[in-house]
């Protein structure tokens, strides 16, 4: 069978166009390495992050222990979302949105909560204040 002209270029061409989409394919689709910082603060939940440092660190005085013994020193329950921002005897305790005006914030910062224990971890500290400041939502 005779080639022509036109059909050997394609079969050379072909390949090589193949190669080039592929190449280009792969270029394109090349993820984006996350940016770290960014990632963790868009990322906040409610549920996730937050509700487990205050399990871990505060519901003892603030909510109550599962054996039904109940604790809520300054009248705050620290156990579920509606609890924490129906806030203490005293007032709300986060202001979303507002980390300065947040007094759950304000404390945990200046070590003067989790009473009678170790301040918490700069990470857990970061975490809570990064889900104020993104609207204290219930996520
Ligand atoms: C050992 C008991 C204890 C633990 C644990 C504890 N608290 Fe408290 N908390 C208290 C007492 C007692 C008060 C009231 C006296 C005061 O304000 O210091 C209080 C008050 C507060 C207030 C102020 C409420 C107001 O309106 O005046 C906030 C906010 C608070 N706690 C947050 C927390 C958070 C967040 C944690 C966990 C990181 C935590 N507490 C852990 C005992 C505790």
Not at 26 to 35: F, I, M, S
Request: with cysteine; proline share 6%; charged share 25%.
């Amino acid at each position: 069978m005779l080639i022509t002209r036109y059909e050997f270029l394609s079969i050379i061409a072909l390949p090589l166009g193949v190669g080039f989409t592929l190449q280009g394919g792969v270029g394109t689709a090349t993820p984006v390495a996350p940016d770290p910082v960014s990632a963790r603060v868009l990322d906040v939940s409610f549920a996730d992050d937050v509700a487990p440092i205050l399990d871990a660190s505060c519901i003892k005085c603030h909510g109550g222990l599962p054996d039904g013994e109940s604790i809520l020193e300054a009248g705050l329950d620290l156990r579920t979302y509606e609890s924490v921002m129906k806030g203490s005897e005293f007032g709300s305790v986060v202001e979303a949105s507002n980390v300065d005006d947040s007094l759950i914030f304000l404390m945990i910062e200046e070590g003067d909560m989790p009473e009678e224990a170790d301040p918490l971890s700069p990470d857990d500290i970061e975490t809570i204040k990064t889900w104020i400041a993104e609207g204290a939502k219930n996520n």
